[in-house]
């Protein structure tokens, strides 16, 4: 199979698909790599570099669309990139479809194969391709937040983890998973007040055990919602329903009771975000005011660290990208948590989440694929 490695062109995203080490794994295992010139350069990777793993230069992506049987990517397709995908195609990338159905409806016309690294699962039932990313988004919603507080940022002037005889930054993490995990380990490692709402039983008293004590939980209620905001110098949004949109927990009403200049970090947003007043920005504009709150809702937070990244993200990816290059459809067929990370095919939704924050036809997997 002959697998293609566009260069990222979302704003500021300097991941790249697959890294040289990871061209030398599909090399080995019998496949072509055309990588588009210029492809690693984000994450300082030249392309003798990849030529020295195997791979071939292709002079532009329109080349490495048109040449490939397999796209690897990391962020989903741009507009003048779904337009040169085609049937019979596998696209392997993040996809996050359901607040997006600009591009749900250009894949479904190009009718390729797309499988979302976000909604492959594992025996365990995690999300073993989003996971890493999460990590990353984790942190950074952190370091974001000790930024955006800064005074000439807009924020309330704070240090995240005060001085001797100044109260820390209060850090309000909505969400206990991957991402809100991370994310009160680096506000905890600063020294903030840290405060995590989750509405599993479980998950509290895990991170109960972990944190042991420097990070506290409570019981996620619209009431507690309401009381955390309120205090809150910092609110990390953490929420995940797998492909699905994100739930929209803090409304415009309750940022009318949050200080000035407090700062909203909406690390749900490649799903349509988990605050009512998010809207998707960019590295190059990260942040803007609502009700004197400062929102951060960057769409691709880990493209910021695009070295650490992208090889964290192929470590993780490499071995299902392998079955699907050595395999084809049979790979889906044969793995049911990669299966689960089919997305399209052939004109069709074949994830359930995504059809319904759609109101489009569902097919199952295993009938689109027969």
Same mark, same amino acid.
């Given at each position: 199979?002959?697998?293609?490695?566009?260069?990222?062109?979302?704003?500021?995203?300097?991941?790249?698909?697959?890294v040289?080490?990871?061209?030398?794994?599909?090399v080995?295992?019998?496949?072509?790599?055309?990588?588009?010139?210029?492809?690693?350069a984000?994450?300082?990777?030249?392309?003798?570099?990849?030529?020295?793993?195997?791979?071939?230069?292709?002079?532009?992506?329109?080349?490495?669309?048109?040449?490939?049987d397999?796209?690897?990517?990391?962020?989903?397709?741009?507009?003048?990139?779904?337009?040169?995908?085609?049937?019979?195609?596998?696209?392997?990338?993040?996809?996050?479809?359901?607040?997006?159905?600009?591009?749900? =409806? @250009? $894949? *479904?016309?190009? %009718? !390729?194969?797309a499988?979302?690294?976000?909604? /492959?699962?594992?025996?365990? &039932?995690g999300?073993?391709?989003?996971?890493p990313?999460?990590?990353?988004?984790?942190?950074?919603?952190?370091?974001?937040?000790?930024?955006?507080?800064?005074?000439?940022?807009?924020? =309330? @002037? $704070? *240090?995240?983890? %005060? !001085?001797?005889?100044v109260?820390?930054?209060? /850090?309000?993490?909505?969400? &206990?998973?991957?991402?809100?995990?991370?994310?009160?380990?680096?506000?905890v490692?600063?020294?903030?007040?840290?405060?995590?709402?989750?509405r599993?039983?479980?998950?509290?008293?895990?991170?109960?055990?972990?944190?042991? %004590?420097?990070?506290?939980?409570?019981?996620?209620?619209?009431?507690?919602?309401?009381?955390?905001?309120?205090?809150?110098?910092?609110v990390?949004g953490?929420?995940?329903?797998?492909g699905?949109s994100?739930p929209?927990?803090?409304t415009?009403?309750?940022?009318?009771?949050?200080?000035?200049?407090?700062?909203?970090?909406?690390?749900?947003?490649?799903?349509?975000?988990?605050?009512?007043?998010?809207?998707?920005?960019?590295?190059?504009?990260?942040?803007?005011?609502?009700?004197?709150?400062?929102?951060?809702?960057?769409a691709?937070?880990?493209?910021?660290?695009?070295?650490?990244?992208s090889?964290?993200?192929n470590?993780?990816?490499?071995?299902?990208?392998?079955?699907?290059?050595?395999?084809?459809?049979?790979?889906?067929?044969?793995?049911?948590?990669?299966?689960?990370?089919?997305?399209?095919?052939?004109?069709?939704?074949?994830?359930?989440?995504?059809?319904?924050?759609?109101?489009?036809?569902?097919?199952?997997?295993?009938?689109?694929?027969?």
């Open positions: 199979m002959r697998v293609g490695v566009p260069k990222e062109i979302k704003n500021h995203e300097y991941r790249v698909g697959l040289p080490g990871s061209v030398r794994e599909y080995a295992n019998g496949h072509e790599v055309l990588v588009q010139t210029g492809a690693g984000g994450i300082k990777v030249s392309d003798a570099d990849y030529e020295a793993a195997g791979a071939k230069i292709a002079p532009d992506a329109k080349t490495v669309f048109a040449e490939s397999m796209i690897v990517k990391v962020k989903e397709p741009q507009t003048n990139e779904w337009v040169q995908l085609r049937e019979g195609q596998l696209l392997y990338t993040y996809l996050h479809l359901a607040p997006d159905p600009d591009q749900t =409806r @250009g $894949l *479904l016309e190009s %009718g !390729v194969t499988i979302a690294y976000e909604t /492959v699962t594992d025996p365990f &039932g999300l073993p391709l989003l996971a990313m999460s990590e990353v988004a984790g942190r950074l919603s952190i370091q974001a937040a000790a930024y955006a507080l800064t005074a000439h940022q807009g924020g =309330r @002037g $704070l *240090l995240m983890g %005060g !001085v001797p005889g109260l820390p930054a209060k /850090v309000v993490v909505i969400g &206990g998973g991957v991402v809100g995990t991370h994310a009160a380990r680096m506000a490692g600063l020294g903030a007040d840290v405060v995590i709402l989750d599993s039983q479980r998950r509290m008293a895990e991170l109960d055990d972990m944190f042991n %004590g420097r990070a506290k939980t409570r019981y996620s209620t619209f009431e507690a919602l309401d009381e955390e905001t309120d205090n809150a110098d910092v990390v953490a929420v995940l329903i797998p699905a994100a929209k927990l803090v415009r009403e309750m940022l009318k009771g949050m200080k000035e200049g407090a700062v909203l970090v909406d690390v749900a947003i490649d799903q349509g975000g988990c605050f009512e007043t998010s809207k998707a920005t960019t590295h190059a504009d990260p942040t803007y005011v609502v009700d004197d709150v400062l929102h951060y809702c960057v691709n937070m880990p493209g910021a660290v695009p070295l650490t990244s090889h964290a993200l470590n993780a990816t490499l071995q299902y990208g392998l079955m699907l290059a050595n395999k084809g459809l049979d790979a889906l067929r044969e793995d049911k948590h990669l299966r689960n990370g089919l997305n399209t095919h052939r004109g069709a939704i074949t994830y359930k989440a995504v059809a319904e924050a759609l109101g489009a036809e569902y097919v199952p997997p295993l009938d689109a694929i027969k």
